[in-house]
């Protein structure tokens, strides 16, 4: 059978083994949690936070992000239309409504033009992605919020590195959360973590994120409703191997993009995904989407990629389409992205050989 191309997967060399191997032998007993201590000081280094906690997986730290501000049954919060649904799960686990807002064609992520047209006496907060590691628009997006007095929540699962003109995401709002899964840039299996730079909601998310506890009266006392969110030890020391190698990992997803750019990117009909002057995308997931005069059914071409051993994929459904959710805006542009968008191949074992047999294959099936 020919090779599997996937779509995404890690990169793992000898210092990942030997990591891991290191957490299992020396991270128990007194030194159960210094790979995580390790995981969290790296992540906030990297990125230039104050403060981080890791968690078992990044739903869970959007979870441990909108309960540490507070979010309850009658606020709203503003949500991009085109994710993973765990990015609005995360709000409605508080009790919170989320608002569903179109995106940027050119980036796939929030609109701030969207965000302003939903803001409501009871919008709270907004929950934005940097969507397959392109930044959002953060000067707009917070000057919108400090303008409305709202709190903002960056949702940077699979964007570990990107830049918003110089700055890292995950660092312009009250949190940012990232993920470690294993079709994340840095991959762990499964883990996520929280940042901020504000010490009194690192101190609360602290306080959630491990069952309430502070044993100020005892060793298993808790003080209020907690949660048993935290990253295992030994996921940590994975996750921060690949921490460490961020910036390799980083340079070989451009270079997808890159050889994907080189055959796609004149191609009349497709459109690329591509950074915005200034910024920095890291590519995790190099994505196009078919304009009309391409005629050639979005579903045939990832079926025609399956039977020859390709994993690309389809563009998220709406979440506000979700039947437990409420569409308050048609969001079209989201909509166009779902019915076709595709993501494609770039898995961190794939070479340009690779890249060229989707893009063949790809381009052989296109039809005006």
């Not at 570990?160 to 079709?183: H, N, W």
Request: aromatic letters at 10%.
């Amino acid at each position: 059978m020919a090779k599997k191309i996937a779509f995404a997967g890690p990169s793992i060399t000898q210092k990942e083994i030997d990591y891991v191997i290191d957490g299992t032998i020396n991270g128990f007993y007194e030194t159960y949690d210094q790979h995580t201590k390790k995981l969290e000081k790296a992540v906030c280094d990297y990125i230039g936070t104050k403060y981080a906690i890791a968690t078992h997986c990044c739903t869970l730290a959007l979870h441990l992000a909108c309960a540490t501000l507070d979010l309850k049954a009658g606020d709203e919060v503003i949500c991009t239309d085109f994710s993973w649904v765990a990015t609005s799960y995360a709000i409605d686990y508080t009790g919170a409504t989320p608002v569903f807002v179109d995106i940027e064609p050119d980036s796939w992520c929030i609109d701030p033009a969207a965000i302003k047209k939903a803001i409501t006496p009871k919008t709270k907060a907004i929950m934005l992605v940097h969507t397959f590691g392109n930044p959002a628009q953060m000067d707009e997006i917070m000057a919108i919020a400090r303008e409305h007095n709202l709190k903002v929540i960056e949702d940077a699962a699979p964007s570990l590195g990107a830049e918003f003109q110089g700055q890292k995401v995950g660092t312009f709002g009250d949190i940012g959360c990232f993920s470690f899964q294993g079709a994340k840039i840095a991959a762990s299996g499964e883990g996520g973590i929280l940042v901020t730079n504000n010490e009194e909601l690192f101190k609360k998310a602290q306080l959630l994120s491990s069952m309430g506890r502070t044993d100020s009266q005892a060793i298993f006392w808790s003080d209020s409703l907690g949660y048993q969110y935290t990253i295992a030890n030994l996921t940590a020391a994975l996750a921060l191997s690949q921490v460490e190698r961020i910036e390799e990992l980083i340079e070989m997803k451009r270079n997808y993009f890159k050889w994907y750019e080189a055959r796609l990117g004149d191609v009349r009909g497709i459109k690329m995904i591509r950074e915005k002057a200034g910024n920095r995308s890291i590519y995790t997931y190099p994505s196009i989407l078919l304009e009309d005069s391409i005629t050639t059914n979005r579903d045939e071409i990832l079926k025609t990629f399956k039977a020859n051993n390709i994993h690309a994929r389809p563009g998220f459904p709406q979440m506000s389409r979700f039947p437990v959710h409420e569409q308050r805006f048609p969001n079209p542009v989201a909509l166009s992205v779902e019915k076709r968008g595709i993501s494609l191949p770039a898995a961190l074992n794939l070479d340009k050989a690779d890249i060229d047999f989707v893009c063949d294959l790809l381009l052989a099936q296109l039809k005006y």
